[in-house]
């Protein structure tokens, strides 16, 4: 069994480390926590629901599924349309709420700020789409029998895959692209960035971009494996602030490490505790992190 | 003290007798405890008129003893602090010696242990479910005091227990909710189905509202059981459901009777529940039901769908009953006439004025009666608790069907083989 809860902690953290890896950077380069970064996660599913249902009413092609996978190529696509749509969103909230308070109003006012942000967008996906769970597909997917007894479902093997993907474009991104190398420097000192002639407010949009677009994924991935609740995000919320301080503010690695540690935590834990305290295990990780290390694994002291 | 203000009580109530046009010089309170306002308010609305109406019955029957039974109804907006003070208020004040309610097994059990057993007065709930109230009568803490009307969470786990060993399933996992309902339950049938010859692989709990519960659900697939029993609610049922089946586990599922529900059919899908087996509460297929339903529908303007209602009836009734079967209508004497108006050996009597004016003539007669009320014929254990029809069901396709229908009598017979 045991191999069994790895596997399950394993996958269970991609989807965490997939929508760390936003909330880590927005803590970082706009310097504020972003509560609402979770609900970010429940509107990429959603529209993506949206536009899976669009893209399959061109049917034939459309239809099939891909191998063993429960979903086609309309999944796929609608779930590049919801990055769109995600990152939409996310520069919305950024142009006329955070940027606007940032300038003026102090670093809780932000965090209340995306608390607020935070209820309006999940309830509007309630309003929208009502509070009853809704599946991509209504097909149920049976588990696959790997070596050493362990089940895992097609659908969620793509997940892995898709997220170690994401991961190495982001490295990759991050390190070889002209903006990758200046949004690091922004990280460090947005002044210092500036005065080097780096556009500051284009790179935080790109933030933002990188960061809904790995929410929307998540999310996405969610869904795929588990199911659409308007509580989707918010359910998600403890283990992505516990996976984004664990890794360290800012850093790719880190988010990535950070959800894997919570997804298996979470999973190995219900060898040693009951079940019930399951959803306390995150807590119990950020209590330790701040003891041991505040800064997180990958984040830097600060001077 | 108590006598002087009682008396005061009489004597106001006796000033209001002598403008009033009324058949009987004299009253006799009855004291209801119920949440007219409040979160329950609109069910304890409905509820506490429906005691009216019983009592309306009793009185055009003659009342008790010649006199007119006076319902005093008090508010416990659903709140313990509030139905306390209320149901102190008319012991107290009003001097009544019964009480019907209250609504929440949270309200009812503060007035039984803080109110009527003290002051030993009747209590007779229509709609508090939980199983604190066996415990506390099985301790010996409620002198007796304690009745109700309303089936009891305790079938529920024999039902559970009934349906998995009667399928042949011999190694049960059990997933239940992480709540006082849930725990409780299974608790319960870990010890039934132990007796029924089963035996349980792995219990797990879970907490409502998580994202997923794969953990769970390998945790209870270890041990490789045959069936799963799942106490949960539609939503997370669906999660659970889906989840337990697509890792591998059996479709032989026994759910508890919150996920006899089309969202939860829906979300699974019909086509991998069916071998999905449930129970619920049924209503008993008797002319008294009818004639209750009949009757209320002329008073009413409307069928009696609504919970408590057929029940808090039969509460009133055996109250009154007992009352008329009483010497002294004192606390005490209600609590020990209460079985002797519902002995199995007594003469059949029905609800309704007519029902009633024959029960008084037959007590007058001396002889014992058996009161078949709106929710069939009401027989109470020792510990106060009556049980109630049950029917089992499981899916056809889409449909809903219902497999098979255990009367009261046949439930109370299982319960009784599962305590001992």
């Known amino acids: 069994?045991?191999?069994?809860?790895?596997?399950?902690?394993?996958?269970?953290?991609?989807?965490?480390?997939?929508?760390?890896?936003?909330?880590?950077?927005?803590?970082?380069?706009?310097?504020?926590?972003?509560?609402?970064?979770?609900?970010?996660?429940?509107?990429?599913?959603?529209?993506?629901?949206?536009?899976?249902?669009?893209?399959?009413?061109?049917?034939?092609?459309?239809?099939?599924?891909?191998?063993?996978?429960?979903?086609?190529?309309?999944?796929?696509?609608?779930?590049?349309c919801a990055c769109i749509t995600t990152s939409l969103i996310a520069m919305f909230l950024h142009l006329y709420v955070f940027d606007r308070l940032s300038r003026s109003a102090g670093h809780m006012t932000m965090v209340f700020a995306s608390f607020g942000v935070a209820l309006v967008l999940r309830h509007l996906v309630t309003l929208i789409w009502g509070s009853d769970p809704i599946y991509y597909s209504n097909e149920l997917q049976f588990a696959i029998l790997l070596p050493g007894g362990v089940r895992v479902m097609p659908d969620q093997v793509f997940l892995f895959g898709l997220t170690i993907f994401t991961v190495i474009f982001l490295h990759l991104f991050m390190t070889r692209t002209r903006t990758g190398i200046a949004m690091r420097g922004v990280a460090e000192s947005p002044s210092l960035a500036q005065v080097s002639g780096v556009n500051v407010n284009a790179i935080i949009l790109w933030v933002w971009i990188i960061g809904a677009s790995g929410a929307a994924m998540g999310g996405v991935l969610y869904g795929m494996t588990i199911q659409l609740r308007p509580e989707l995000g918010f359910s998600l919320i403890l283990p992505l602030f516990a996976a984004a301080?664990?890794?360290?503010?800012?850093?790719?690695?880190?988010?990535?490490?950070?959800?894997?540690?919570?997804?298996?935590?979470?999973?190995?834990?219900?060898?040693?505790?009951?079940?019930?305290?399951?959803?306390?295990?995150?807590?119990?990780?950020?209590?330790?992190?701040?003891?041991?290390?505040?800064?997180?694994?990958?984040?830097?002291?600060?001077? | 003290m108590l006598k002087k203000l009682s008396l005061?009580?009489?004597?106001?109530?006796?000033?209001?007798?002598?403008?009033?046009?009324?058949?009987?010089?004299?009253?006799?309170?009855?004291?209801?405890?119920?949440?007219?306002?409040?979160?329950?308010?609109?069910?304890g609305e409905r509820i506490a008129n429906t005691g009216q109406f019983a009592v309306d019955q009793f009185n055009e029957a003659g009342g008790v003893k010649g006199c007119k039974v006076e319902y005093v109804l008090r508010d416990t907006q659903g709140q313990s602090?509030?139905?306390?003070?209320?149901?102190?208020?008319?012991?107290?004040?009003?001097?009544?010696?019964?009480?019907?309610?209250?609504?929440?097994?949270?309200?009812?059990?503060?007035?039984?242990?803080?109110?009527?057993?003290?002051?030993?007065?009747?209590?007779?709930?229509?709609?508090?479910?939980?199983?604190?109230?066996?415990?506390?009568?099985?301790?010996?803490?409620?002198?007796?005091?304690?009745?109700?009307?309303y089936a009891t969470n305790r079938s529920q786990s024999a039902m559970g227990a009934y349906l998995t060993t009667k399928s042949g399933f011999k190694n049960t996992a059990v997933i239940y909710v992480n709540t006082d309902f849930g725990v409780g339950?299974?608790?319960?049938?870990?010890?039934?189905?132990?007796?029924?010859?089963?035996?349980?692989s792995t219990m797990v709990a879970y907490n409502e509202s998580q994202q997923s519960y794969r953990a769970e659900v390998t945790k209870a697939l270890q041990g490789n059981p045959d069936s799963l029993f799942l106490v949960a609610f539609p939503v997370d049922g669906a999660t659970i459901t889906r989840e337990w089946l697509a890792l591998g586990g059996t479709d032989n599922l026994i759910v508890n009777n919150s996920l006899r529900s089309d969202d939860y059919f829906q979300a699974v899908g019909s086509k991998y529940l069916q071998n999905l087996q449930g129970y619920d509460s049924a209503q008993p297929r008797l002319p008294s039901v009818a004639s209750f339903n009949e009757m209320f529908e002329a008073r009413f303007d409307g069928p009696p769908n609504g919970p408590g209602l057929h029940s808090v009836y039969d509460a009133v009734s055996v109250v009154l009953l007992a009352m008329e079967a009483s010497g002294d209508?004192?606390?005490?004497?209600?609590?020990?006439?209460?079985?002797?108006?519902?002995?199995?050996?007594?003469?059949?009597?029905?609800?309704?004025?007519?029902?009633?004016?024959?029960?008084?003539?037959?007590?007058?007669?001396?002889?014992?009666?058996?009161?078949?009320?709106?929710?069939?014929?009401?027989?109470?254990?020792?510990?106060?608790?009556?049980?109630?029809?049950?029917?089992?069901?499981?899916?056809?396709?889409?449909?809903?069907?219902?497999?098979?229908?255990?009367?009261?009598?046949?439930?109370?017979?299982?319960?009784?083989?599962?305590?001992?």
């Not at chain 1, 249902?53 to 599924?65: E, I, K, W």
């Not at chain 2, 001396?366 to 069901?393: C, E, H």
């Open chain 1, 1 to 80: 069994m045991f191999l069994q809860h790895l596997a399950d902690g394993i996958l269970s953290g991609a989807i965490v480390s997939l929508g760390a890896i936003g909330l880590s950077f927005t803590m970082k380069m706009l310097r504020f926590a972003n509560f609402s970064h979770s609900e970010l996660l429940t509107w990429g599913a959603y529209a993506a629901l949206v536009f899976l249902s669009f893209f399959s009413t061109f049917g034939g092609f459309f239809d099939q599924t891909i191998g063993p996978f429960s979903f086609g190529l309309p999944l796929l696509f609608a779930m590049a």
């Open chain 2, 185 to 200: 339950l299974a608790k319960r049938f870990e010890q039934d189905i132990a007796k029924l010859g089963g035996s349980i």
């Open chain 1, 245 to 303: 301080i664990l890794g360290g503010a800012g850093s790719l690695y880190g988010a990535v490490l950070g959800g894997l540690i919570v997804g298996l935590s979470e999973n190995l834990s219900v060898m040693i505790i009951p079940t019930t305290y399951k959803p306390a295990v995150p807590f119990l990780l950020i209590l330790l992190i701040l003891f041991i290390r505040p800064d997180g694994i990958f984040g830097e002291r600060k001077r």
């Open chain 2, 81 to 149: 602090t509030v139905g306390v003070d209320a149901a102190k208020s008319l012991v107290d004040l009003e001097g009544v010696q019964a009480l019907i309610g209250a609504v929440s097994s949270g309200v009812s059990l503060p007035i039984l242990t803080s109110v009527a057993v003290p002051s030993k007065i009747t209590q007779v709930s229509c709609c508090s479910s939980s199983e604190s109230f066996t415990a506390l009568a099985e301790e010996g803490k409620t002198d007796g005091f304690w009745f109700r009307t």
């Open chain 2, 329 to 420: 209508i004192t606390g005490t004497n209600i609590r020990d006439n209460i079985r002797a108006v519902t002995s199995p050996d007594g003469v059949e009597v029905v609800v309704g004025p007519e029902g009633f004016k024959k029960a008084k003539e037959l007590l007058a007669a001396g002889k014992t009666i058996r009161y078949v009320g709106a929710t069939g014929a009401l027989s109470f254990d020792k510990n106060g608790d009556v049980q109630a029809p049950k029917m089992t069901w499981k899916l056809d396709g889409d449909k809903n069907v219902e497999t098979g229908y255990m009367s009261t009598a046949e439930v109370a017979e299982l319960i009784e083989k599962l305590d001992n």
């Open chain 2, 8 to 43: 005061a009580a009489l004597s106001v109530a006796a000033m209001s007798l002598g403008t009033g046009a009324l058949a009987s010089d004299c009253t006799i309170k009855l004291g209801a405890v119920l949440p007219v306002s409040g979160p329950m308010g609109q069910v």
